[in-house]
């Protein structure tokens, strides 16, 4: 067992890992916005809908808010190259010609992009339509002198080695060499060309697209059906930190304003979570004629600019309640600024609080409740907001004091030598905080202060020596955002600052009892961080328990070491959801269930261990603990979750 502090389990991610920025060309240096014919037109474009949504993103103005790269995707060439080895245009579909297109856009202020594709024919063949492998320094050359100013590279008929499937997400070699050539190609041109790499995240390009290309897809299509949006943001849970100005992981094209597609709240979470991870915003509906509820969406300046902030930091899953239905994302934006979203999963309207510590904030002198179209002042510790139906709370904090920290102007009411501070945040129920009081000046001679708290009302006393301004003590709380401090016997408080208890580690193989088929393993050195092993195959018969010593009764946060690479490629039209279910039952009560995302961050197909040695964190609130010994069960003991195996466990954090 192993005492961890607390700071130590608040992110996800068990480590970042460095930046690899592309060459500096000045592109995308923050993500690139627009709007692409594939997810209203399919493989079927042609030269009038580009013209007609070209014309809508001027008078909506969705261009003016930078909604300005028009890309004609699959289905716009034919299957013969010309003499010269070049490809060409359908002139049947654009009779005008692709340069002539491009001069079009670009006499309208608007982008050229287009679609090409790393194997020998384009997506969405037959008919035919030719791709540019082994052709890819006259294609790039081509693409030059048509003016484009994006490319949208894609995967299919490439694998040589299995005679150029469609499709196939099990390819015999990485795609990284043929991503990389076309780059080579399209940087050698004198004209800047935006290369965004969509190899469906088969060889987990973020290890590798940011020196190839501006931005890169992390999975699978995304398909017209709101269960996509959680098995989308699964997949970008492990990625978030490879964001950065000129290298955008990409979860695909909008929704937002397809016909019969997404409800306007549903709308307003998928817009929201793409904008405040830092993804490209490229619209797939048709602009002329979408209901003007939609086109709010797209036009919200709140989003684009939580989008198009220069920090160029995504979003990052902080908190997750699968047995609730919500969640909470939140990044940093300039200006000392934060941005949070609380998703709503579930399909019935109500209220959601956001507990400001989850996201690193105490307390908030402005908060903006973007799509309830409120703001208010003087925020402290927790926010609740009624949220639709699969609808999102979405809200910007700004003048920020840190989480832990309780001016006493903020927090605290005087009363003669009495300063009682409310809205005090426990995460975990225990007697274990550390309690730091500083005063406005040093105290000229000893002074005996006492204390009590919301949890125990026995006065803890301490001595503040003679020339100090600070003194410490550990107190009880529980775990609330409405606890309590009560401090007697000064007035002159200026803040107090409380930090969680330390965590006490468990390692799953050698503090766990395995039933059923369950095992350990070990890793390789570095992998399966912190433990350097897991434990695989839990299931609901299939568990993994422990003894576990609590000071305390009552709730327990928990921080759960996980494994997941099951990656939804084919399942990915269906209910694929690159996620695992797992629960945590204590003692006799109910189990509680966290339906945890990806966690892997190599290569599902070259990386070592296939990305199921790369672990990953996330926090759980759990009930039925007693003062001593403890039964902890780790499986997948309850219906709910999207597939019957657990995923792996490296070992769990417990605070008391």
């Known amino acids: 067992m192993i005492a961890l502090p607390l700071f130590l389990f608040l992110s996800v991610a068990q480590a970042s890992p460095p930046l690899h920025p592309r060459l500096q060309d000045g592109l995308a240096r923050t993500p690139q916005m627009g709007w692409n014919t594939y997810n209203e037109y399919n493989c079927y474009p042609n030269e009038s809908i580009v013209h007609l949504n070209a014309e809508a993103l001027l008078s909506t103005g969705l261009a003016d808010l930078g909604y300005r790269y028009v890309t004609i995707d699959c289905g716009w060439t034919v299957e013969e190259r010309l003499p010269n080895g070049s490809f060409t245009w359908n002139a049947t579909l654009f009779p005008s010609g692709f340069p002539a297109l491009g001069e079009y856009l670009h006499e309208r202020g608007l982008l050229f992009g287009a679609y090409g594709d790393s194997g020998i024919l384009l997506c969405g063949s037959p008919p035919n339509n030719t791709g540019s492998l082994y052709y890819e320094d006259i294609d790039a050359r081509t693409y030059a002198e048509w003016g484009i100013d994006s490319l949208k590279y894609d995967n299919c008929y490439s694998d040589a080695a299995t005679n150029y499937p469609n499709v196939n997400y099990a390819p015999s070699t990485s795609p990284h060499p043929r991503f990389l050539n076309m780059s080579r190609y399209i940087q050698s041109q004198e004209r800047p060309i935006l290369f965004q790499v969509c190899e469906w995240g088969i060889d987990f390009p973020a290890l590798w697209a940011p020196s190839v290309g501006h931005s890169w897809r992390i999975g699978n299509d995304i398909t017209p059906h709101w269960r996509s949006i959680f098995r989308t943001l699964n997949q970008a849970v492990p990625q978030t930190d490879f964001a950065g100005p ?12 397809l016909e019969d597609v997404l409800s306007i709240p549903e709308e307003q979470t998928h817009f929201a979570l ?25 036009r919200n300046g709140d989003v684009i600019a939580y989008n198009q902030d220069s920090l160029g930091v995504s979003a990052a899953l902080k908190r997750r309640w699968s047995d609730q239905g919500y969640e909470v994302w939140s990044g940093p934006l300039e200006g000392g600024r934060t941005v949070a979203a609380v998703v709503n999963w579930r399909g019935e309207d109500r209220k959601l609080t956001l507990d400001l510590p989850d996201v690193g904030v105490q307390f908030a002198s402005g908060l903006k409740d973007v799509w309830n179209g409120e703001s208010f002042e003087g ?3 927790k926010y609740t907001a009624s949220v639709e139906a699969h609808g999102t709370i979405l809200v910007e904090l700004s003048g920020t004091v840190s989480a832990g920290s309780y001016p006493a102007d903020i927090f605290g009411s005087l009363e003669g030598d009495t300063t009682t501070f409310s809205d005090i945040y426990g995460i975990t129920t225990s007697p274990n905080y550390n309690l730091t009081i500083v005063l406005n000046e040093a105290s000229t001679s000893a002074r005996n202060v006492s204390l009590t708290s919301s949890s125990s009302k026995t006065p803890i006393s301490i001595t503040i020596p003679p020339g100090s301004s600070i003194a410490t003590a550990r107190i009880p709380l529980t775990a609330s955002s409405n606890n309590t401090i009560t401090i007697q016997g000064t007035a002159s408080i200026a803040s107090i600052h409380l930090a969680a208890p330390k965590a006490t580690y468990y390692t799953g193989t050698s503090s766990f009892s395995l039933t059923g088929s369950a095992s350990s393993f070990e890793c390789p050195s570095s992998f399966c961080s912190p433990a350097g092993s897991k434990i695989t195959y839990l299931s609901s018969n299939n568990t993994a328990t422990a003894l576990i010593h609590s000071s305390t009764s009552g709730f327990k946060y928990l921080v759960i070491d996980y494994i997941n690479n099951d990656v939804a490629f084919d399942s990915a039209w269906e209910w694929g959801s690159n996620s695992r279910n797992l629960t945590i039952r204590v003692n006799d009560a109910e189990p509680i269930r966290l339906e945890v995302p990806l966690s892997g961050r190599h290569s599902e197909l070259f990386g070592p261990g296939l990305g199921w040695w790369d672990s990953a964190r996330l926090g759980v609130l ?25 995923p792996d466990l490296v070992g769990v954090g417990v605070f008391d």
């Not at 000129?246 to 304003?257: E, K």
């Open 379 to 381: 925020v402290r510790t």
């Open 246 to 257: 000129g290298q955008w992981p990409d979860p695909d094209m909008l929704l937002v304003g």
């Open 622 to 646: 759990t009930g039925g603990w007693k003062e001593g010994g403890n039964e902890v069960v780790l499986g997948n003991e309850v219906e709910g979750g999207f597939t019957g195996w657990a």
């Open 274 to 298: 793409w904008g405040i991870l830092k993804a490209p915003l490229i619209i797939g509906a048709k602009v002329d004629g979408m209901r003007e509820q939609s086109l709010d969406i797209l």
